[in-house]
């Protein structure tokens, strides 16, 4: 029997480290879109706290921690990121594996809100968007999710095809914020 | 030009997809001058009008947006959804 290795949406493209910032690639594991069906909001929310611990987030925010976390993503959607979503979510809202449909990776360092500051067209500053704050934004012209995981990392999702795209335009973001020293 | 999307706050243009004029849908037998104009005729005011946008690269809801084409005022942005429900 031959094992396939599965190649990830990064591969050969990170780490990157560059100045203060350091991109890498995450295994986020399962990801699973949770869209709760019409009044179904609240049911949604207490099965989701039964079956892994968490709320369903509130708008623009993430709720649990690395290894298993929600994170808003759209209008009545969250993803959950981590393990496979429990069954008896499925009674509550529509379930959806997108596992390998999306390409994720972390920004940290003292620079991080410099770099994204150049290619994200809302306000990722502290003040602003704190730890546990999540958004559906542009980074350059590709939609994303990002949602700040601590003072100084950011996770960014993008779709997979636009992995490269990413590597690529974080790499000239931060080599331009070197740069200026 | 900045939207407030009710769900997301304030972005930026560039997130959003434009798509024309919020119009009232004939019903389905209101005949062929109804359909017609809700096909093919557009006002083009100087003023205020009311268009739908989408939230596309966001939370991506579909939006009524009042705005003035004179001014570039942005009077008011809402859900469909909430409009449709009300």
């Known amino acids: 029997m031959v094992e396939l290795i599965a190649k990830s949406p990064c591969a050969g493209l990170l780490p990157l480290a560059i100045g203060d910032v350091q991109v890498v690639e995450v295994d986020l594991g399962v990801l699973t879109s949770i869209a709760p069906y019409a009044g179904q909001g609240g049911a949604t929310s207490?099965?989701?706290?039964?079956?892994?611990?968490?709320?369903?987030?509130?708008?623009?925010?993430?709720?649990?921690?690395?290894?298993?976390?929600?994170?808003?993503?759209?209008?009545?959607?969250?993803?959950?990121?981590?393990?496979?979503?429990?069954?008896?979510?499925?009674?509550?809202?529509?379930?959806?594996?997108?596992?390998?449909?999306?390409?994720?990776?972390?920004?940290?360092?003292?620079?991080?809100?410099?770099?994204?500051?150049?290619?994200?067209?809302?306000?990722?500053?502290?003040?602003?968007?704190?730890?546990?704050?999540?958004?559906?934004?542009?980074?350059?012209?590709?939609?994303?999710?990002?949602?700040?995981?601590?003072?100084?990392?950011?996770?960014?999702?993008?779709?997979?095809?636009?992995?490269?795209?990413?590597?690529?335009?974080?790499?000239?973001?931060?080599?331009?914020?070197?740069?200026?020293? | 030009m900045r939207l407030t999307c009710p769900i997301c706050g304030a972005r930026d243009r560039r997130e959003f997809y434009y798509q024309g004029e919020a119009l009232a849908r004939p019903a389905p037998g209101a005949g062929a001058e109804a359909w017609d104009e809700y096909l093919h005729l557009r006002d083009n005011p100087a003023g205020v009008r009311r268009e739908l946008w989408q939230h596309e690269a966001g939370c991506g809801a579909w939006l009524v947006v009042e705005r003035n084409t004179s001014t570039h005022e942005v009077l008011g942005v809402s859900l469909v959804l909430d409009e449709a429900q009300a």
Do not use: Y
Request: proline residues 4%; contains cysteine.
């Open chain 1, 46 to 181: 207490d099965a989701l706290r039964a079956a892994h611990g968490m709320r369903f987030p509130k708008l623009n925010r993430a709720t649990g921690k690395d290894g298993a976390r929600a994170i808003w993503f759209g209008r009545d959607m969250a993803l959950l990121a981590g393990p496979p979503c429990d069954a008896s979510m499925a009674e509550h809202a529509a379930l959806t594996d997108q596992s390998d449909a999306w390409a994720s990776v972390v920004v940290s360092g003292a620079a991080a809100e410099d770099v994204l500051a150049r290619l994200v067209p809302i306000d990722l500053r502290q003040a602003h968007f704190a730890t546990g704050h999540a958004a559906r934004t542009l980074v350059k012209h590709m939609a994303a999710s990002i949602t700040r995981t601590g003072p100084e990392s950011f996770l960014i999702l993008v779709f997979r095809s636009m992995a490269r795209t990413l590597a690529h335009d974080l790499k000239e973001a931060m080599e331009a914020v070197a740069a200026r020293g």
